[in-house]
């Protein structure tokens, strides 16, 4: 089955700020009909930026995951590897204005814990060079050796704050 969420034009407004205006934000999440498990997840946003008068531009970015090798950790279901793939499109006023990113990772889980000790909703935090103080001047992100176009089996380890029993 389908799971289709889009953020409401409330939601949508208070989350824009200075030239910035999100258009649009959908997630569809699809389930295995066999076991429930969610095993695809596209993640969609269109934004419109308008510097000082200028031509609009617009950034539609979308994130394709799949999820795979399920296995039980203190009984709950996890996904212990997938392949993500980023879409981020820039389009304005000309089609000569159009360029396209397009990423692809194969990642795997190694090592889940709950109710990590010390672990606080601040480890979650951005870093300050990701925040942006104004959005009039332009951000270049850090190069991070390890991040390619391609980057194939990257592993991640994952902690989780607090086990649902709900699941």
């Known amino acids: 089955f389908v799971l289709k969420l889009c953020a409401d034009p409330t939601t949508l407004k208070a989350r824009c700020e200075g030239p910035t205006e999100i258009i649009r934000h959908v997630l569809f999440g699809y389930f295995s009909q066999k ?3 969610l095993v695809h997840l596209e993640d969609s946003h269109l934004t419109r930026i308008q510097n000082n008068g200028g031509d609009a531009v617009y950034w539609e970015t979308t994130i394709n995951s799949i999820l795979d090798d399920y296995s039980p950790v203190e009984g709950i279901m996890i996904a212990h590897s997938g392949r993500s793939v980023a879409t981020l ?8 204005s159009q360029t396209r990113t397009r990423m692809e990772e194969a990642w795997t889980i190694e ?6 000790p010390g672990l606080s909703v601040d480890c979650f935090i ?3 060079e990701l925040r942006f103080a104004s959005l009039d001047k332009t951000c270049e992100l850090p190069r991070v050796p390890w991040v ?3 980057v194939p089996a990257a592993r991640a380890r994952v902690a989780a704050r607090e ?3 709900e699941l």
């Open 35 to 37: 076991t429930g498990l």
């Open 89 to 96: 499109v820039r389009f304005g006023e000309t089609v000569r």
């Open 111 to 116: 090592e889940v814990a709950f109710n990590v």
């Open 126 to 128: 951005p870093p300050a």
């Open 148 to 150: 390619r176009n391609v």
């Open 163 to 165: 086990k649902s029993s």
